[in-house]
Antibody, heavy 119, light 110 residues
Framework: QVQLVESGGGLVKPGGSLRLSCAAS????????LTWIRQAPGKGLEWVSE????????YYADSVKGRFTISTDNAKKSLYLQMNSLRADDTAVYYC????????????WGQGTTVTVSS | EIVLTQSPGTLSLSPGERATFSCRAS???????FAWYQQKPGQAPRLLIY???NRATGIPDRFSGSGSGSAFTLTIGTLKPEDSGLYYC???????????FGQGTKLEIK
């Protein structure tokens, strides 16, 4: 069964750090790109970061550039998002999604993990 | 950055009616990298349409997509109660490695 499962969300103070994980199963990890998408409470979808070609290229939204780092562990079939210098406006549900490299469609999504940045 | 603008903000229709969602881009985008998603409350988004006009696996044929350049449309031919939810368009800019989403259209079934 093709599946993505996120973990690592929680409550963190402004300026703090958090590391999200996304465990993949049921598909060849190296055949797809991976991305993080977030959704603030009551808001729409916002793309955060993408990693392609087994980590050779990484892209970030301007809103997180310099604060967030995307990475993968191919042996563990896991995707990560290291989030530093967190701000209140980073509060959101964070989804990982599988990206098909031939059409950049996000065809498999995790259930999401909630990050709350508050003092 | 390419901005996607969806209209209307909310659609309120009855079962059996036809729903039309619009998505306009601030500049020309690649149809090959254009998609539509459905999201229901408390759930992750689900891929509906990819490549502007291709239905994803398991998506009923009452869903269809069209468009090119900077104007795209999602149509639901005959609405069912389970079609209620939020609908998002999305595009990918390969030269910058960036995705962008529209702000979403809420579909209410009366």
């Amino acid at each position: 069964q093709v599946q993505l499962v996120e973990s690592g969300g929680g409550l963190v103070k402004p300026g703090g750090s958090l590391r999200l994980s996304c465990a993949a199963s049921g598909f060849s990890f190296s055949d797809f790109y991976l991305t993080w998408i977030r959704q603030a409470p009551g808001k729409g979808l916002e793309w955060v970061s993408e990693i392609i070609r087994s980590g050779s290229m990484k892209y970030y939204a301007d809103s997180v550039k310099g604060r967030f780092t995307i990475s993968t562990d191919n042996a563990k079939k896991s995707l990560y998002l290291q989030m530093n210098s967190l701000r209140a406006d980073d509060t959101a549900v964070y989804y990982c999604a599988r990206v098909r490299p031939w059409d950049y469609a996000m065809d498999v999504w995790g259930q999401g993990t909630t990050v709350t940045v508050s003092s | 950055e390419i901005v996607l603008t969806q209209s209307p903000g909310t659609l309120s229709l009855s079962p059996g009616e036809r729903a039309t969602f619009s998505c306009r881009a601030s500049q020309t985008v690649s149809s090959s990298y254009f998609a539509w998603y459905q999201q229901k409350p408390g759930q992750a988004p689900r891929l509906l349409i990819y490549g502007a006009s291709n239905r994803a696996t398991g998506i009923p044929d009452r869903f269809s997509g069209s468009g090119s350049g900077s104007a795209f449309t999602l149509t639901i031919g005959t609405l069912k109660p389970e079609d209620s939810g939020l609908y998002y368009c999305q595009q990918y800019t390969s030269s910058r490695g960036e995705f962008s989403f529209g702000q979403g259209t809420k579909l209410e079934i009366k």
